[in-house]
């Protein structure tokens, strides 16, 4: 079964840092050119782009929520893929999602992903 699966969340202070995991199984990331997102969502808004990475080129790109303080990463030849999170905020408080999307996908168009994982939360307090 194709699945993606977020961990690492939890919660933080302001200021502080956190590194968020996103590891799919039943396919590999290298099997094919992929897009992988990283998107959140807090209540009452909807789910925004934190930043993409690609398969094809490596090319990393953010969104403006997360510029200057939150790092894509991926390794060559593993299924994970990484976001470093750092000087976080309250408004930084929400559900943080990964996104695999395959051809046609864009990197910071949430509704164009084709696998979601169930999310991992992530709270900041003041």
């Known amino acids: 079964q194709l699945q993606l699966v977020e961990s690492g969340g939890g919660l933080v202070q302001a200021g502080g840092s956190l590194r968020l995991s996103c590891e799919a199984s039943?396919?590999?990331?290298?099997?094919?050119?992929?897009?992988i997102g990283w998107f959140r969502q807090a209540p009452g808004k909807e789910r925004e782009s934190v930043g993409c990475i690609s398969t094809r080129n490596g090319r990393i790109v953010y969104g403006n929520s997360a510029r200057d303080r939150f790092t894509i990463s991926r390794l060559n030849g593993k299924n994970t893929v990484s976001l470093q999170m750092s000087s976080l905020e309250p408004e930084d408080t929400a559900v943080y999602y990964c996104?695999?999307?395959?051809?046609?996908?864009?990197?910071?168009?949430?509704?164009?992903?084709?696998?979601w994982g169930k999310g991992t939360p992530v709270t900041v307090s003041s």
């Open positions: 039943g396919f590999s990331l290298d099997e094919d050119y992929y897009i």
């Open positions: 996104g695999v999307g395959g051809y046609g996908s864009r990197c910071l168009i949430w509704k164009s992903m084709d696998l």
